[in-house]
């Protein structure tokens, strides 16, 4: 079975632009969650979905939103970025509906921001 | 909300020596896992353990979950097992992850 992926790999931008990420989970999983990671922060969650429906979101301003599709693919798109947005963006899935299993990651998108 | 707090922060070994990593975490969980981060940042499942005890070749892992604890245990340590561990307890729909142990494991 396929792992998640994540599209792209790298991305630089400037400030002012925005940018969209993809995420494709695991084959049958309908759970998937977004989180950033810097070095001062550490590993913070985003936004949850699950069957195209957000379930939770984190402490981030409105400029960072997502989407799920029927396909169980997700997006996230940050707009206005920011220098404080380099970060690495990872998304993980999962199959159950109530977060009791194990949450698998991708190998990230790395967005620096000049 | 949870708070997870992982120790030590910093961990140097020699190569062939064992290692105990802890995860305090602040109320009941029924998601625990511990993750291995690779030099690319990709987050590695090494356990899923919200309570009991597991083993999967040189790693094992306790999870106390009435005293609100996990243990990472590495043995016969390696330099491939360098990286930063995290640790991760579920709240809701999302997970909340420690600050991490770096382990450097020198040959």
């Known amino acids: 079975k396929a792992g998640v992926t994540q599209t792209p790999r790298y991305l630089i931008k400037t400030r002012g632009q925005q940018v969209t990420l993809s995420c494709s989970p695991i084959s049958g999983h309908r759970s998937v969650s977004w989180y950033q990671q810097t070095p001062g922060q550490g590993l913070q969650f985003l936004f949850e979905?699950?069957?195209?429906?957000?379930?939770n979101k984190g402490n981030f301003p409105g400029r960072f939103s997502g989407r799920q599709f029927s396909n169980s693919r997700s997006e996230m798109n940050v707009s206005t970025l920011e220098l404080g947005d380099s970060a690495l963006y990872l998304c993980?899935?999962?199959?159950?509906?109530?977060?009791?299993?194990?949450?698998?990651f991708g190998p990230g998108t790395r967005l620096t921001v000049l | 909300g949870i708070q997870v707090e992982q120790s030590p922060p910093d961990l140097i070994l020699q190569e062939g020596a064992n290692s105990t990593l802890r995860c305090n975490f602040s109320d009941s969980v029924n998601n625990l896992q511990w993750f291995h981060q690779n030099p690319w940042g990709q987050l590695i499942n090494l356990f899923y353990?919200?309570?009991g005890t597991k083993q999967n070749g040189r790693l094992s892992a306790t999870t106390v979950a009435t005293e609100r604890y996990s243990l990472l245990y590495i043995s016969s340590s390696q330099t491939t097992d360098s990286g930063v561990y995290f640790c991760?307890?579920?709240?809701?729909?999302?997970?909340?992850f420690g600050a991490g142990t770096i382990l450097r494991v020198k040959s």
């Open positions: 979905y699950f069957s195209e429906t957000q379930r």
């Open positions: 353990i919200p309570s």
């Open positions: 993980a899935s999962g199959s159950l509906q109530t977060y009791t299993d194990t949450q698998y």
């Open positions: 991760a307890v579920a709240e809701g729909n999302k997970l909340v």
